[in-house]
């Protein structure tokens, strides 16, 4: 297993993780006092990826029952106050029954969904999700009951064809937005190292969950994509994973290569997650 974290490893939550988990709950217990059944961690946290500055706090919140638009209303007085005590790490998750999480109806449900200290959107739950995945396989109990508790039963054959569709849906379109001009993508692949960073390790850890059937962070995607695409790819992987640690030298003395490499890249992995 190629994963930071295996699964028999203990979790530790880092030390700026737990202060703004402690902020949360007492603003929680003050607003909405007896409401959460349970919260868990997912996402780089509970995969022992989690990189301060970087990474946010992935996490499911499981209500006693559901909530009303009262209790919702609260929930975004304390999402904003939060962002505003502490903007980094992020509070990103959603609010969910034990009915949302165990029902075989996928996506009749919607939940609120929280994300950089605003309620984004009403989602629905599904069991075969990849976050709900890592919820199974690797989630922290931070309060409340035990993950196995509730049944989480994967279907890896739709959980893959779900992956499948993000790659030829968000990715896809990602690629044709930077490959059109003029667009701000367009512009952007040639100076942000950022969107170098985020759409050539964002499509490899997708890669890696498809062949292998379980998660990695973005630098253990990266590490497996060195292993297993051809060398000619190897620079902007490199140059990717250089980005993402920090690393001030970058691999490239012309940056229109760098673009032209990250989009032959990109395009080269969404074709061989349809062959998977």
Known sequence: MTQTQTRNEPKRIPEEVKKVLSAYFEKIDKKLPNKLESLYLFGSVSIGAYQEGLSDIDFYAVSKEK?????????????????????????????????????????????????????????????????AYQLQTYGIVVKGLPIETYNLSVDWTELKSNLVENINGYWQNWVRNCERFPSLQ???????????????????????????????????????????????????????????????????????????????????????????
């Open 186 to 276: 367009y512009i952007g692949l040639y100076v942000s190292a950022n969107m170098i960073e985020w759409g050539v390790l964002g499509v490899t850890r997708l890669y890696y969950s498809i062949r292998e059937e379980d998660i990695t962070s973005k630098d253990g995607a990266g590490e497996y994509a060195l292993r297993t695409v051809p060398e000619a790819y190897h620079q902007i992987i490199q140059e990717a994973l250089r980005i993402r640690n920090g690393n001030k030298f970058s691999r490239y003395g012309s940056m229109r290569k760098r673009r032209n490499d990250a989009l032959s890249y990109m395009k080269y992995i969404i074709k061989e997650c349809n062959n998977l």
């Open 67 to 131: 909530l009303t638009q009262s209790d919702v209303e609260k929930l975004i007085e304390i999402h904003h106050e939060m962002r505003k005590e502490y903007p980094k790490p992020s509070l990103d998750g959603m609010y969910l029954t034990r009915e949302d999480l165990e029902s075989e109806n996928n996506g009749n449900s919607s939940c609120p969904y929280f994300n950089e200290g605003k309620l984004q959107s009403y989602r629905p739950f599904h069991r075969n999700w990849i976050d």
